[in-house]
């Protein structure tokens, strides 16, 4: 996943940054720990897995949302997975068309909005591949903004959450870097990674970091 550019904070693409998509019933999340409004960090169409990536069909599959606390003082365990500190959904395709407004007060929104690319790199190692297409097409490392689908590039230990509903093991639906501009990228604990989890059959989402 590659830097594409500049978006609309309302696009229904695969992006950083912005406003979530959906007209259900969603209320904006909120940290167990301090009570505060979540930032938003992405989206993923789920149909791009298939689309860019080879992993199941294209057409419906719903959209990959992600938010994390970023609000002060910072002590809300928002690397784990099942902590409270983070949350990550699997929104319907069909309740798509309208942007959830942010809530006031808190970190809820990042500094620009981010559109992925995607290019296909010849490589079966992440960070090969990464450095090795800023390498080819002489654009800058940090415009790498991460991998769709795949097998997930750990910086620690393994850590692939089960699915809260089935029981199974996850799949990535993607790898984020933390961003390409420092004073705009989201907090993985300073040049760390975070990782997008699905399980489409119970259309369960998990989400978590390491640096």
Not at 82 to 89: D, H, Q, S, W
Not at 143 to 150: P, R, V, Y
């Amino acid at each position: 996943m590659t830097y594409a550019g500049p978006g609309e904070e309302t696009s229904p693409v695969g992006r950083t940054g912005g406003l979530p998509l959906n007209s259900g019933d969603f209320s904006w999340p909120t940290c167990a720990t301090c009570k505060g409004p979540m930032q938003f960090l992405a989206q993923l169409p789920l149909d791009d897995l298939g689309r860019y990536a080879d992993r199941g069909e294209v057409g419906g599959r719903g959209m990959l949302a992600v938010f994390m606390c970023q609000n002060d003082p910072g002590m809300c365990e928002e690397w784990d997975p099942t902590a409270g500190g983070n949350a990550a959904y699997v929104f319907p395709a069909e309740e798509l068309p309208s942007p959830v407004s942010a809530p006031e007060g808190g970190e809820t929104k990042l500094g620009e909005v981010s559109v992925f690319g995607y290019e296909r790199v010849d490589s079966d190692d992440y960070y090969e591949a990464s450095t090795g297409w800023a390498k080819r097409t002489g654009r800058p490392q940090r415009e790498a903004l991460g991998q769709l689908g795949g097998e997930p590039s750990w910086l620690q230990g393994e850590e692939t959450p089960d699915c809260p509903s089935c029981g199974r093991l996850m799949d990535l639906a993607m790898q984020l870097e933390e961003g390409r501009h420092h004073e705009t990228s989201a907090n993985f604990g300073g040049g760390g990674c975070g990782y997008a989890f699905v399980c489409e059959d119970c259309a369960k989402a998990a989400f978590l970091w390491q640096s």
